[in-house]
């Protein structure tokens, strides 16, 4: 028995050195190619100073109207991902995509996350870079929150919102995280400091991005290995819930026009929630004085794969609802 047990232990430590070397082999080649990497990231946007951490502002295009294109979570590098979509828009338009701390070329803050601050950091950057509100809001992901609380505490700075795929205060706050999924939030945190995300190129960036010349596909995945999953993006997912509370205690901005896109995939058309999310956006919908709610097909990153259909839904909303309103 005792022959056994020493076995077992000679093979737990065996066990624990393998790990401890893998760990520091991955961490050590993670760092060596950020450093070799960094020569690809260069900022391509308005840099604006926080205290000495600065938020990134790309700006695109020329027209009386901006659009101001927010990323959903953990899409690190916004300005290349969402490329195919706001390059429609700045045609006629002129555009602004919002690098919040942690994202594209911005700093990692290390901050709360409360909605407050992003919010003010978001609103801060956008006039500090040249864009001046009324804008017409672009969210995607768990940036509709941040673009609703935006109506609520700031009306007359919203003209409009085209809101793709988002979560609502509601959703947050009725579907609060729990131990396990805050324990994994911290866990690939963690992971993608050591490195270990290297190791899964498509959960870093996304390999369906399009309409990127062979430059500038190096540059997001440069900017995804770095970012990714980094301390702000992690206070993001782990304060929504007390961010979720604050918007759902205001009032619904009823006079903010709002396109709800409803993104679809037909395995999943007959879900329980997917059924449950067109609800919600039916009913968030039916309070408000302008607002429309379409369903279109594709998977949740729907600025991905209906970049066309986007620009003309969005299109016809403000120039037939909200402008003739």
Known sequence: MRKIFKVLKKLFVMFIIFIVLVTVSIFTYHNYLLKKESALIKNAGTLVDFNSKKIDVYIEGRGED??????????AAPVYEMKGLYSKFSKENKIAVINRAGYGHSDVFNDNRDIDTILEQTRSSLIQSGNKPPYILVPHSLSGLEAIYWAQTYPNEVKGIIA??????KQYVTHKMSLVDSLTVRGMNLLSKMGFHRLFPPLTFNPEVIKLTEHEKEVFKAISYKQFFNNN???????????????VALPIPTETPILFLDAITEENKNSKYTKQKNKDYEEFAEQLLISDVITM??????????PDEIYNLAKDFINNKVEKN
């Open 233 to 247: 993006m992690k206070q993001e997912l782990l304060q929504v819930y007390e961010n979720g509370k604050k918007s």
């Open 164 to 169: 793709l795929d988002i979560g609502l205060p």
């Open 66 to 75: 901006t659009y101001v294109f927010m990323p959903g979570s953990g899409v």
């Open 297 to 306: 097909e594709g998977k949740h990153s729907i600025y991905l794969y209906s």
